[in-house]
Structures are given as C-alpha cells and as structure tokens.
Nanobody
Framework: QVQLVESGGGLVQAGGSLRLSCAGS????????MGWFRQAPGKEREFVGT????????RIADSVKGRSTISRDNAKNTVYLQMHSLKPDDTAVYYC???????????WGQGTQVTVSS
C-alpha cells in the first residue's frame, strides 16, 4: 500500500507556472505507474498525464500537452507535474494516483488546489 500527498498548488496568474509534487510513502514506490488527474467544480475528473515506473515513458493529455511535463524521482518517492502557460481553464483540484498500470490506479492522494486567475 502507498499513501500519496500532493503539494505545490496555489493561486497563480494566467501565463504563470507551477510545479506540483506528489510524495509517496512505502518501500515500493518505484513499482507503481503514477498518474495525475484534475477535477474542476461541476466537472468530471479528467486525466492529465501518466509516467511509467522508470520515468522513461510519459503520456500527456491533449488539454495540457506542450504546457506540461511529468517526471519522477524514485529515490525521493516523488512524482512531479510541471505546468507552464497556465490558463483559467486549468483551475481544478489536482490529484496524483498510483497503480499497476496507466489505466488502473488503486491509490489516490487528497488533492491540491490550483487556481489560475485571468
């Protein structure tokens, strides 16, 4: 089992940048595929991106492609979501998740709020 804690959210102006972090507990962090999701008020949860166990392979949603990068540091049990050129539409609670595959997430963090002002 792994526990996940997101951080790095906040209020940022449109065009700004943020780096979200997700710290995982447990000895087997590197055995999990990690993902980022977001949920805006009144909307369904949306996939943002995923990263393989080694960090070699990433997949980014079209909605943030070209503006976002996912990376991980298994020595620190942490996965990151770097976002640039933020837009008001990026406002949401961002969640990280851990799982055995890119479409099979068993563990979720509590989320971190990102608010982008226009």
């Amino acid at each position: 089992q792994v526990q996940l804690v997101e951080s790095g959210g906040g209020l940022v102006q449109a065009g700004g940048s943020l780096r979200l972090s997700c710290a995982g507990s447990g000895r087997f962090f590197s055995s999990y595929v990690m993902g980022w999701f977001r949920q805006a008020p009144g909307k369904e949860r949306e996939f943002v991106g995923t990263i393989s166990r080694t960090g070699v392979t990433t997949r980014i949603a079209d909605s943030v492609k070209g503006r976002s990068t996912i990376s991980r540091d298994n020595a620190k049990n942490t996965v990151y979501l770097q976002m640039h050129s933020l837009k008001p539409d990026d406002t949401a609670v961002y969640y990280c998740a851990a799982g055995i595959g890119p479409d099979n997430y068993a563990y979720w963090g509590q989320g971190t709020q990102v608010t982008v002002s226009s």
